[in-house]
């Protein structure tokens, strides 16, 4: 029944950055996970970022650490994706989600309730 909705995609080009972000319709509560995941075209799904609630330990793919940062906002029950030197393989649509159940886990199948995506497209 929660909702999570992103926003902040868009056109960027190589190098630039843009802000994600995810709010959702319900307080979130320690005992839950939030992640950001990507689908880019002719590819599956990956997991891009993860943020335990309580305290935001967080976790990174390789193809995006160092670039990217995910952080929350316990009070506005929001979370952020801040992207940093993008790249043209980072074009893919952005999806926030949560793991009900857990406080902390980089499975993406723990993941059990997804925001709509939002598009983001870095030119070259």
């Known amino acids: 029944q929660v909702q999570l909705t992103e926003s902040g995609g868009g056109l960027v080009q190589a190098g630039g950055s843009l802000r994600l972000s995810c709010a959702a319709s319900?307080?979130?509560?320690?005992?839950?996970?939030m992640a950001w995941s990507r689908q880019a075209p002719g590819l599956e799904r990956e997991l891009v970022a993860t943020?335990?609630?309580?305290?935001?330990?967080?976790y990174y793919a390789d193809s995006v650490k160092g670039r990217f940062t995910i952080s929350r906002d316990n009070a506005k029950n929001t979370v952020t994706l801040q992207m940093n030197s993008l790249k043209p393989e980072d074009t893919a649509v952005y999806y926030c989600?949560?793991?009900?159940?857990?406080?902390?886990?980089?499975?993406?199948?723990?993941?059990?309730?997804w925001g709509q995506g939002t598009q983001v497209t870095v030119s070259s």
């Open positions: 989600a949560m793991a009900s159940h857990y406080t902390a886990t980089t499975r993406e199948r723990d993941y059990d309730t």
């Open positions: 319900e307080r979130i509560g320690s005992g839950r996970a």
């Open positions: 943020c335990s609630w309580s305290a935001c330990m967080t």
